[in-house]
């Protein structure tokens, strides 16, 4: 009977190559690094937004061996939070070994943070006024009598809680330093608040009116005229205000300024209203009182002064 030799021979051959393999595994070196990761939030929903502090990155310990750890890149490692299916309130996220995606041969040895807290709030849209801003003095003598932005309204998006609380949107500042004239300029829209975003277009044209100083001068004791037939009124002088550009409204003198009353407008009334009219059409210069407004009338000629 012939002995197997062969067959001895393979099983030693075998037995050899196991032993010499788990020598290599069991005596094989390992390396440890640490990376910040970033964060990525899969499968967001549209209608949904983060509010409060995110950890945009956690710390991760890998393990493996070191001509695998020596060719790991920072685009190799990521942490991956789904949220498919959440809904607006608070949620606490637990990432483990299986949160993080990393080349073959890599162990996650710890994660840090573990735990995450996100706060969701519905999507909010929203439309607010814009607030034009200011730099600079016009020129001596001279006043900012407005300002406007075109367009004067802007829509806004962001976290419900977010939006209901803004109540207007700024602009970058235009320059009205020594104006003596309307200024104009297109400029960028800001937002206070860094999680809301604008909606449209992020510019609008500002616009400065820039005019003379405006005051305010009395003209006391006119007389009234009467037009439209022959009558007396009573009290005969009445007092006028008049506002506008300072340097317009001191080259005005009593003779421009009329006040009348028209009785062709109310024939048969004891009564009639006072106008006034300002003669050589000054500039800028309008009629901001007088008074009386009213005053009596009595047909008949006034009797000549004594």
Do not use: C
Request: hydrophobic content about 45%.
């Amino acid at each position: 009977m012939k002995l197997p030799l062969d067959n001895l021979a393979l099983k030693a051959a075998s037995m050899a190559l196991a032993a010499m393999l788990w020598y290599v595994i069991a005596g094989a070196k390992t390396s440890e690094m640490g990376l910040t990761v970033p964060v990525e939030l899969q499968n967001f929903p549209s209608d949904l937004e983060l509010t409060g502090e995110l950890a945009d990155a956690v710390e991760v310990r890998l393990r493996a061996t070191p001509g695998i750890i020596q060719h790991i890149g920072a685009g190799d490692v990521s942490a991956h939070i789904d949220l498919a299916g959440v809904g607006e309130g608070e949620h606490v996220v637990h990432l483990s070994a299986s949160s993080i995606r990393v080349p073959f041969g890599v162990t996650v040895v710890r994660v840090n943070p573990s735990t995450i807290v996100l706060d969701i709030e519905r999507t909010l849209q929203k439309t607010v006024p814009v607030r034009p801003r200011l730099a600079g003095r016009p020129a001596p003598g001279h006043e900012v009598a407005e300002v406007a932005s075109q367009p004067a309204e802007v829509r806004l998006a962001g976290p419900k809680s977010r939006v209901q609380e803004v109540e207007s949107a700024f602009t970058e500042p235009i320059s009205v330093e020594g104006a003596r004239a309307p200024v104009s300029d297109t400029v960028n829209i800001g937002l206070d608040d860094p999680l809301l975003r604008l909606i449209g277009a992020s510019r609008v044209v500002v616009t400065a009116q820039v005019r003379e100083v405006s005051d305010t001068r009395d003209f006391p004791g006119l007389e009234v005229e009467v037009r439209g037939g022959p009558a007396t009124v009573q009290p005969l002088k009445v007092d006028v205000v008049l506002a506008g550009p300072a340097a317009a409204l001191q080259a005005m003198a009593r003779g421009q300024v009329r006040p009348y009353v028209d009785l062709t407008q109310s024939p048969a009334g004891p009564t009639a209203a006072v106008a006034v009219e300002l003669q050589g059409q000054p500039v800028g210069v309008t009629v901001k009182e007088w008074r009386p407004e009213v005053v009596s009338v009595r047909p008949g000629r006034r009797p000549p002064h004594r």
